[in-house]
């Protein structure tokens, strides 16, 4: 579906927004404006990465913006944004989509009432803008997450099983970082060919902000990490300095209660009446003196 947002302005400028468009569509899409046929399949292939190209005369870009709607699970570029392909010229703007992105409808809201005076590189370089603004609330969410993940670590009586969640946050930061850098390259390029009234500037100011957002959320899921396995070793030495504390006190009683579970009939203290007091005195007096021991090395 073609869908005609201006048509021949006072700038002589031609915008279209194309839908899903069936071959007949792309076919009127080369004859008219001269696309290159190569370019206008690339448009449909859902797994290309943002790059730039100039093609006689026309500047042809892709761009991937962050899926309001994907799943909490989505890891991948493919599950985590959406394609959109645009061909300029300073007089025409087609975009290209499988269906429809809140996106490109904030951008059409964004110049509504100004269609007459636009230019196609205002429209560029605002749907740039937009394009990076979208990669801004993921990575709030991403920090509000490691906040959250942090107090769970540091301020639960027990180690929280928090790993599944960080790996999905490493996962997608480090897929939104790498979709940043091909960005780069988008902006290097329009920057060769935009007039500085577009304010390019502030857009390629946006894009360095959003690279080092994301490197900051990568270390500190790596910090992290090794938090984490850090406080476990821990709470596992713990646990084990337990286990020993307690084996020390039994371990020498065990060995008394062993010596005089044996059944030999020449053991003077079978038939002393106090016997069986002396053996429990003497196991007190050990444990006592095991547990004043540790005490005093401050074991306890």
């Given at each position: 579906m073609i869908h005609k947002i201006i048509e021949g302005n006072q700038n002589g400028l031609d915008w279209l927004e194309v839908i899903n468009p069936t071959q007949e569509e792309m076919d009127f899409l080369a004859e008219k404006y001269k696309l290159p046929a190569a370019s206008l399949q690339d448009c449909l292939e859902p797994n290309h990465l943002p790059k730039f190209e100039e093609l006689e005369g026309i500047n042809f870009m892709i761009f991937r913006v962050y899926d309001v709607d994907c799943d909490y699970k989505a890891t991948t570029i493919q599950q985590l944004t959406r394609k959109i392909a645009l061909f300029h010229t300073p007089d025409f703007i087609i975009t290209v989509q499988r269906s429809v992105i809140p996106l490109t409808e904030d951008l059409k809201k964004f110049f509504a009432g100004r269609e007459k005076h636009l230019f196609s590189e205002e429209i560029l370089v605002k749907l740039i803008e937009f394009a990076l603004w979208s990669y801004e609330k993921p990575a709030n969410m991403l920090i509000d997450e490691l906040n959250q993940i942090e107090n769970k670590i540091f301020f639960d009586k027990t180690i929280p099983p928090v790993l599944p969640e960080i790996y999905f946050i490493k996962k997608k930061s480090d897929t939104m970082e790498?979709?940043?850098?091909?960005?780069?390259?988008?902006?290097?390029?329009?920057?060769?060919?935009?007039?500085?009234?577009?304010?390019?500037?502030?857009v390629q100011d946006m894009h360095l902000r959003l690279e080092n957002l994301y490197k900051t959320i990568l270390g500190n899921t790596g910090y992290l990490i090794n938090v984490y396995f850090s406080l476990s070793s821990q709470r596992t030495n713990e646990i084990m300095q337990v286990l020993t504390l307690f084996s020390a006190f039994f371990l020498p009683l065990t060995f008394i209660a062993g010596v005089y579970g044996m059944n030999f009939e020449y053991m003077p203290e079978l038939k002393s009446p106090f016997g069986y007091g002396l053996t429990w005195s003497a196991m007190l007096v050990i444990a006592v003196g095991i547990y004043f021991w540790f005490k005093r090395k401050g074991w306890l």
């Amino acid at each position: 579906m073609i869908h005609k947002i201006i048509e021949g302005n006072q700038n002589g400028l031609d915008w279209l927004e194309v839908i899903n468009p069936t071959q007949e569509e792309m076919d009127f899409l080369a004859e008219k404006y001269k696309l290159p046929a190569a370019s206008l399949q690339d448009c449909l292939e859902p797994n290309h990465l943002p790059k730039f190209e100039e093609l006689e005369g026309i500047n042809f870009m892709i761009f991937r913006v962050y899926d309001v709607d994907c799943d909490y699970k989505a890891t991948t570029i493919q599950q985590l944004t959406r394609k959109i392909a645009l061909f300029h010229t300073p007089d025409f703007i087609i975009t290209v989509q499988r269906s429809v992105i809140p996106l490109t409808e904030d951008l059409k809201k964004f110049f509504a009432g100004r269609e007459k005076h636009l230019f196609s590189e205002e429209i560029l370089v605002k749907l740039i803008e937009f394009a990076l603004w979208s990669y801004e609330k993921p990575a709030n969410m991403l920090i509000d997450e490691l906040n959250q993940i942090e107090n769970k670590i540091f301020f639960d009586k027990t180690i929280p099983p928090v790993l599944p969640e960080i790996y999905f946050i490493k996962k997608k930061s480090d897929t939104m970082e790498r979709l940043l850098i091909l960005y780069r390259d988008i902006l290097t390029s329009a920057a060769r060919f935009l007039p500085k009234r577009t304010y390019l500037r502030d857009v390629q100011d946006m894009h360095l902000r959003l690279e080092n957002l994301y490197k900051t959320i990568l270390g500190n899921t790596g910090y992290l990490i090794n938090v984490y396995f850090s406080l476990s070793s821990q709470r596992t030495n713990e646990i084990m300095q337990v286990l020993t504390l307690f084996s020390a006190f039994f371990l020498p009683l065990t060995f008394i209660a062993g010596v005089y579970g044996m059944n030999f009939e020449y053991m003077p203290e079978l038939k002393s009446p106090f016997g069986y007091g002396l053996t429990w005195s003497a196991m007190l007096v050990i444990a006592v003196g095991i547990y004043f021991w540790f005490k005093r090395k401050g074991w306890l």
